[in-house]
């Protein structure tokens, strides 16, 4: 009879530590995505980006904004609730949001702004060459630019070759 309520006793215990594990994982998830998608894999780093991109030969698509930033919490919106958008980041590509600059100063070909998108290529090519809609401001996405912004990950996909 002791037995009995033992093993009942760990039965429950054990799940609950995995239901614990799971929240905790979704949790992460979550804070890396900061609202630009929750079911996309985001990576924390540029410099895990670069390393994941190298393995997986997939683009780099890196988001740059400010929590704070209307353009973009408009933009992050907008990218957040587009299916295709979200179905071609979650595929296609390996994808950083950051809300600081990383040290690379090819991530701010023309300064720094937000909210600012870069693509890499896995032979480590920084495509300055796919640019938004505005002069002054080459890699500035607003949230009425999606089409546009499509396009250029459909751009970005195909692999980059320099011309030696
Ligand atoms: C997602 O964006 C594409 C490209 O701009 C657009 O054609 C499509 O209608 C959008 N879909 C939704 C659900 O907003």
Redesign the pocket.
Known sequence: MASWSLYVFLLLLSCDVAFLKKKKTEKKENILARGWGDDITWVETYEEGLKIMQESDKPLMVIHHLLECPYSQALKKAFA?????QKMAKEDFIMLNLVEETTDPNMAPDGYYVPRILFVDPSMTVRADIAGKYNNRKFAYESED??FL?ENMEKAKKPYHTEL
Do not use: Q
């Open positions: 609730e587009n299916n295709s958008i999606l089409d499509k």
